[in-house]
Protein backbone atom coordinates (compact mmCIF):
# COMPACT_ATOMS: atom_id res chain seq x y z
CA UNK A 1 0.00 0.00 0.00
CA UNK A 2 0.60 3.93 -0.76
CA UNK A 3 0.21 6.12 2.25
CA UNK A 4 0.09 9.91 1.69
CA UNK A 5 0.45 12.00 4.29
CA UNK A 6 -0.24 15.77 3.72
CA UNK A 7 0.54 19.06 5.55
CA UNK A 8 0.60 22.39 5.97
CA UNK A 9 -3.15 23.53 6.00
CA UNK A 10 -4.67 26.28 8.25
CA UNK A 11 -6.50 29.55 8.30
CA UNK A 12 -5.05 32.54 6.39
CA UNK A 13 -6.77 35.71 5.60
CA UNK A 14 -7.55 36.81 1.98
CA UNK A 15 -4.61 37.55 -0.17
CA UNK A 16 -2.54 35.56 1.95
CA UNK A 17 -0.54 32.22 1.15
CA UNK A 18 0.07 28.63 2.55
CA UNK A 19 2.42 25.85 1.11
CA UNK A 20 0.96 22.31 1.19
CA UNK A 21 3.08 19.76 1.32
CA UNK A 22 2.45 15.60 0.92
CA UNK A 23 4.81 13.11 1.22
CA UNK A 24 4.35 9.27 -0.10
CA UNK A 25 5.95 6.62 1.67
CA UNK A 26 5.04 2.81 1.12
CA UNK A 27 6.25 -0.24 -0.75
CA UNK A 28 6.53 1.92 -3.88
CA UNK A 29 8.08 0.83 -6.67
CA UNK A 30 7.57 4.56 -8.83
CA UNK A 31 5.07 7.23 -9.17
CA UNK A 32 3.26 8.77 -12.25
CA UNK A 33 1.23 11.57 -11.50
CA UNK A 34 1.27 13.41 -8.27
CA UNK A 35 -1.71 16.30 -7.63
CA UNK A 36 -3.83 18.16 -5.46
CA UNK A 37 -7.90 18.07 -5.32
CA UNK A 38 -10.12 20.42 -3.04
CA UNK A 39 -13.60 19.77 -2.04
CA UNK A 40 -15.23 22.18 -0.29
CA UNK A 41 -18.54 21.55 1.96
CA UNK A 42 -21.75 21.16 -0.78
CA UNK A 43 -19.62 21.12 -3.76
CA UNK A 44 -17.74 18.04 -6.10
CA UNK A 45 -13.87 17.32 -5.24
CA UNK A 46 -11.91 19.56 -8.21
CA UNK A 47 -8.64 19.06 -10.00
CA UNK A 48 -6.55 21.96 -8.42
CA UNK A 49 -3.18 20.78 -9.91
CA UNK A 50 -1.07 17.94 -11.44
CA UNK A 51 2.66 17.11 -11.84
CA UNK A 52 4.21 14.25 -13.95
CA UNK A 53 7.57 12.19 -12.71
CA UNK A 54 9.45 14.76 -15.99
CA UNK A 55 8.31 18.45 -14.64
CA UNK A 56 4.80 18.69 -16.66
CA UNK A 57 2.50 20.29 -14.52
CA UNK A 58 -1.26 20.93 -14.97
CA UNK A 59 -3.46 23.64 -13.36
CA UNK A 60 -7.28 24.41 -13.09
CA UNK A 61 -8.39 28.11 -14.35
CA UNK A 62 -8.87 29.46 -11.65
CA UNK A 63 -5.51 28.81 -10.25
CA UNK A 64 -3.20 29.79 -12.81
CA UNK A 65 -0.85 32.71 -11.65
CA UNK A 66 -1.22 32.34 -7.87
CA UNK A 67 -0.89 28.02 -7.48
CA UNK A 68 2.82 26.24 -8.08
CA UNK A 69 2.79 22.86 -7.71
CA UNK A 70 6.36 20.99 -7.11
CA UNK A 71 7.79 17.43 -6.79
CA UNK A 72 11.19 15.90 -5.59
CA UNK A 73 11.09 12.03 -7.24
CA UNK A 74 13.89 11.33 -5.03
CA UNK A 75 11.53 12.12 -1.60
CA UNK A 76 8.48 11.07 -3.42
CA UNK A 77 7.23 14.24 -2.02
CA UNK A 78 5.29 17.21 -3.66
CA UNK A 79 4.23 20.51 -2.75
CA UNK A 80 1.48 23.34 -3.63
CA UNK A 81 2.38 26.49 -2.94
CA UNK A 82 -0.56 28.53 -2.86
CA UNK A 83 -0.89 32.53 -3.11
CA UNK A 84 -3.36 35.41 -3.10
CA UNK A 85 -5.89 33.16 -1.71
CA UNK A 86 -9.80 33.72 -1.71
CA UNK A 87 -12.42 33.08 0.27
CA UNK A 88 -13.77 30.63 -1.90
CA UNK A 89 -10.64 28.47 -2.09
CA UNK A 90 -11.74 27.21 1.57
CA UNK A 91 -11.36 23.42 1.44
CA UNK A 92 -10.31 20.13 2.23
CA UNK A 93 -7.21 19.79 0.06
CA UNK A 94 -6.40 16.18 -0.75
CA UNK A 95 -3.27 14.52 -2.42
CA UNK A 96 -3.48 12.63 -4.92
CA UNK A 97 -0.68 9.52 -6.40
CA UNK A 98 -0.51 7.11 -8.81
CA UNK A 99 1.62 4.80 -8.09
CA UNK A 100 2.90 1.46 -8.55
CA UNK A 101 4.24 -0.97 -5.89
CA UNK A 102 6.82 -3.28 -5.84
CA UNK A 103 5.95 -6.30 -7.66
CA UNK A 104 3.08 -5.09 -9.23
CA UNK A 105 2.58 -4.41 -12.85
CA UNK A 106 -0.15 -1.82 -12.81
CA UNK A 107 -0.45 1.65 -11.40
CA UNK A 108 -3.22 2.59 -9.13
CA UNK A 109 -4.69 5.58 -7.74
CA UNK A 110 -4.34 6.88 -4.07
CA UNK A 111 -5.27 9.74 -1.78
CA UNK A 112 -4.26 11.19 1.28
CA UNK A 113 -6.69 12.08 4.41
CA UNK A 114 -7.17 15.44 3.38
CA UNK A 115 -5.66 19.13 4.70
CA UNK A 116 -8.13 21.75 5.95
CA UNK A 117 -7.15 25.17 4.37
CA UNK A 118 -9.77 28.09 5.26
CA UNK A 119 -9.62 31.29 3.84
CA UNK A 120 -11.30 34.23 6.25
CA UNK A 121 -10.60 37.50 7.89
Known amino acids: QVQLVESGGGLVQPGGSLRLSCAAS????????MGWYRQAPGKQRELVAT???????NYADSVKGRFTISRDNAKNTVWLQMNSLKPEETAVYYCNADARLRGWARFSDYWGQGTQVTVSS
Open 26 to 33: GSIFSINV
Open 51 to 57: ITGSGST
